[in-house]
């Protein structure tokens, strides 16, 4: 049987598509290099590197990055099932293949009925993409399980938190849950600080039903809420105690416009 290789959707796009460029712009974002942090999870944006590689290097600048990662995106796409897993195969990158952890994978799919085997969410689908050359950076021996959610229901995202930890818990190494996600899209400067910080404290108090509420109360335009909330579902019930703001920006930081930009948090919860 020939393995699944999923190939690149943004490379030469969101961020460079050859290897020496790559590096050498992984190396601008991850510099300096910081005290790593054995968390259980984090949030990291997805835009294009030029606005965002500067928050997510800070992200996996302090993270240790151990051999297995699950990361959880948002579903930009609307292609596939409410929550889309691939369990097999590699993920081509300009660093070279990134193998998905099969096994791990295999015991989420046992644990949450709704997860549903399903390449067509991920083929176009950049916010997992993105973050796969900075841990493979951080972790050359990296393998990862790649969920796209597709679904706003609280429950569904809760379950798969859930599902997440019982699995995590049964393992004998530690296990990275990356929730890929950009802050509030499309509003002015000073509208999307005020509501960003307002979900980021929801993240900073360990609160998922919080964060979900004040996403949908605020009108917060945070594409990955979901795989957030299920972050910081699984990484509570793992033992999670706090979680730390590492950067915040807007994309004006980096345009200079103010009028309309996007936030990019990153946070890591251990």
């Known amino acids: 049987m020939i393995a699944t290789v999923r190939h690149p959707a943004v490379a030469g796009r969101f961020y460079p598509g050859d290897r020496d460029s790559l590096l050498a712009d992984l190396n601008s974002y991850l510099s300096p290099p910081e005290a790593p942090v054995a968390a259980l999870g984090c949030v990291a944006p997805h835009a294009g590197y030029i606005y965002s590689g500067h928050v997510a290097g800070a ?19 609307g292609h596939g099932q409410p929550l889309s897993i691939m369990t097999q195969g590699q993920w081509e990158t300009p660093l070279g293949n990134i193998a998905i952890a099969e096994q791990l994978a295999a015991s989420l799919v046992n644990a949450c009925p709704e997860l549903q085997e399903d390449s067509a969410a991920h083929r176009s689908e950049h916010a997992i993409e993105v973050q796969l050359p900075f ?9 990862f399980v790649p969920i796209a959610l597709g679904t ?14 019982n699995v995590i818990a049964r393992q004998s190494e530690r296990i990275l849950i990356v929730a890929s996600s950009d802050m509030n899209h499309y509003e002015s400067d000073p509208i999307t600080r005020v509501k960003d910080q307002k979900a980021i404290d ?15 109360h605020e009108h917060i335009s945070m594409c990955g809420f979901g795989p957030t909330i299920a972050m910081l579902t699984a990484s509570k019930k793992l033992g999670a105690t706090r979680a730390e703001l590492v950067k915040y920006a807007t994309s004006g930081d980096i345009s200079g416009d103010r009028d309309m930009v ?4 990153g946070l890591i919860v251990s």
Not at 135 to 141: I, V
Request: with cysteine.
């Open 152 to 165: 706003s229901r609280f429950e569904s995202l809760a379950a798969m938190g859930d599902a997440i930890a």
């Open 135 to 143: 841990l493979k950076a951080r972790q050359p021996r990296v393998s």
């Open 262 to 265: 996007v936030g990019y948090a």
């Open 202 to 216: 929801r993240i900073l108090a360990l609160d998922p039903r919080g964060l979900y509420d004040t996403v949908i």
């Open 59 to 77: 992200v996996f600048a302090r993270l240790e990055v151990p051999s297995q990662c699950i990361v959880l995106c948002p579903n930009h796409t």
